[in-house]
Structures are given as structure tokens and as C-alpha cells.
């Protein structure tokens, strides 16, 4: 988060507000089914960043993504509203990439794990062209 313990704390609150205010205040049908994943506050406490993702389709995405473009004056005047802040920051909302990152992090594992199969699998049955230990001294041999 922030190294401004004002921010962090500011950033909490707003996390919840805005979770509550898209549960409660905000009607608009092209509202998908969103998680407020995380707030970001400037050390300055003027602008906070609101990551989300939204569980459906592209299209379901894209709509979010308006619904919340236009709900933005709405939720940043509740915001202040609850707030106890002279200035209320400016928000905005970012389309959070963890779950494709997440996704596409664990299909790499799958296809690491299935070369690693495929080594073991090859390995089966054969031995070392040399010896076991070819690093051994000849003083250690002689005894």
C-alpha cells in the first residue's frame, strides 16, 4: 500500500464504503458482480485508486466498467459524506489483472510439471556415462 499511515488507514475506510455503497447504493443493471479488491490513496490523500474484478464475461466487464464510470460522482459524494476529511479525494476505478495473472501463472506450473514428467520418465532405467563419482581423489581410492 502506502508507507503513510493516514493513506493506508484512509484507503481501509474507503475499501469498505465503496463495497457498501456499489452493494447498496448503486442500481445500475450493467453492474456485474463485483469485488472491490483494493484502494490505493496518494501520501497527499487527493486521489485513490480503486482496483476491482468482476466475476462473468467480457461483456459483463465492459458493462461494469461503464456502470461504474458513471456511478463514480455518486459514490466519490458518498464517499465524502461518511468521511471526515476536508477534501474528499477523487476516485478511480482499475479493472484489477490478478485473477488472469493468477490463471495464466498456474498454467505455466502445469506445463513445468509435465516437462518435469517427461524428464523423469526419460531418465527411467539409465545410468551415468562415467563413473558414479568422478570428483574422487585418488587418496581416498587407494584406501
Do not use: C, W
Not at 480503486?50 to 461494469?64: A, L, N
Not at 477534501?87 to 501463472?105: K, M
Not at 551415468?128 to 568422478?134: I, K, R, T, V, W
Amino acid at each position: 500500500m502506502t508507507e503513510n499511515p493516514r493513506a493506508a488507514r484512509l484507503a481501509e475506510r474507503i475499501h469498505v464504503l465503496v463495497a457498501k455503497t456499489l452493494e447498496r447504493g448503486v442500481k445500475d443493471p450493467r453492474l456485474g458482480f463485483v469485488t472491490v479488491t483494493d484502494v490505493r490513496v496518494t501520501g497527499d490523500l487527493q486521489h485513490a485508486t480503486i482496483f476491482y474484478t468482476v466475476y462473468g464475461t467480457e461483456e459483463e466487464r465492459k458493462g461494469t466498467a461503464a456502470a461504474l464510470k458513471s456511478a463514480t460522482g455518486m459514490i466519490r459524494s458518498e464517499i465524502g459524506r461518511q468521511l471526515n476529511t476536508r477534501l474528499t479525494p477523487s476516485i478511480e476505478f482499475v479493472l484489477d489483472a490478478l485473477p488472469e495473472n493468477a490463471g495464466r501463472i498456474d498454467d505455466l506450473l502445469a506445463q513445468a510439471r509435465e516437462a518435469d514428467e517427461r524428464v523423469a520418465r526419460e531418465r527411467e532405467g539409465k545410468s551415468f556415462a562415467g563413473e558414479a563419482d568422478p570428483y574422487r581423489d585418488s587418496e581416498s581410492a587407494a584406501e
